[in-house]
């Protein structure tokens, strides 16, 4: 059941997006504009000397900002949904991107790039994912909406553009949900437990920039610290994008985004779970449609 809603929800993503792209906006208090993005890589080999493995991946990515602005207020929402699959031989597929995020900062002007604000964040994954041991067979690590993170607080923020800005919250809750049995654990639930209660401090900022013609940077970074237990240790989500255009609708995307969180537990060499740095990296050429 868990998956035909999370299908559901990223094919109801798709449809609102064709949908956006065919209807013009005519209240100019509104900007939206977002891109789909289909990226695919291929590797073959035959006889190759130096010996290689056959790959194949494909990755979709909808990644859209509706933006109010009125007097004094403002309103900036993110939707981003993002799916890909790998092959290789012998192997099977494989899921190598898996993120729904979602992103809004309420705000009122208090003087010029500077706002009172209240933002809300939520992030979780569509399918399940493994882990794959070299003995074989594989164990369930994640599953939709295990985990999915919640947080809101009220803050101040600086916004010279849609391009760089920041949002500072000192009173945050955060919460932990996840729904799948034996795996609370892994993301620092009691046994038992379906959720988790943080209160902290958090800090979002975002930068974009064209260094080149046709080719820009993005940084998001986002910080957050739990008063209730280790305050020191600040859980870091950094993501940073390279886009290259080669024309209206081809570009080649790279990106790489790093988290540190003290509560997920990964298994090392040794067998043992133990806090450590994700990594995840993704490169390809594909298609992109803006609007």
């Given at each position: ?10 094919i ?20 939206i504009?977002?891109?789909n993005?289909?990226?695919?890589n ?71 790039r ?16 493994y ?5 074989g067979g ?19 923020a600086?916004?010279?553009?849609d ?33 988790r ?27 957050y ?8 240790n ?58």
């Amino acid at each position: 059941m868990k998956k035909i809603l999370l299908l559901s929800t990223f094919i109801l993503c798709l449809m609102l997006s064709i949908k956006a792209q065919e209807t013009p906006v005519s209240d100019s208090t509104w900007k939206i504009h977002g891109e789909n993005t289909f990226l695919i890589n291929q590797s073959t080999f035959s006889n190759w000397a130096a010996g290689g493995i056959n790959s194949l991946s494909g990755n979709l990515v909808l990644n859209y900002d509706f933006n109010y602005k009125k007097d004094k207020w403002s309103w900036d929402n993110k939707v981003l949904a993002g799916f890909g699959l790998t092959k290789q031989k012998d192997l099977g597929w494989r899921k190598n991107d898996d993120r729904i995020v979602l992103n809004s900062l309420l705000g009122y002007q208090m003087k010029p790039r500077w706002m009172y604000t209240f933002f809300m964040n939520f992030n979780t994954q569509f399918a399940s994912g493994y882990e794959y041991p070299a003995e074989g067979g594989r164990n369930l690590i994640s599953a939709g909406f295990s985990p999915a993170y919640l947080s809101f607080g009220p803050g101040i923020a600086y916004k010279e553009s849609d391009n760089f800005r920041f949002n500072l919250s000192p009173a945050s809750p955060r919460f932990v949900f996840v729904t799948k049995d034996g795996l609370g654990e892994r993301y620092g639930l009691d046994p038992g437990k379906k959720s988790r209660l943080e209160f902290g401090a958090s800090f979002d900022a975002y930068y974009r920039k064209e260094i080149v013609q046709n080719i820009g940077i993005e940084n998001i970074l986002r910080l957050y610290s739990n008063y209730l237990e280790d305050p020191k240790n600040v859980d870091v989500d950094y993501t940073l994008n390279l886009f290259m255009k080669v024309n209206r609708f081809v570009t080649v995307n790279a990106g790489v985004q790093m988290i540190y969180d003290d509560n997920t537990l990964i298994p090392n060499d040794e067998g043992r779970e133990v806090a450590a740095l994700q990594v995840r990296q993704i490169f390809g050429a594909g298609l992109t449609y803006k609007f």
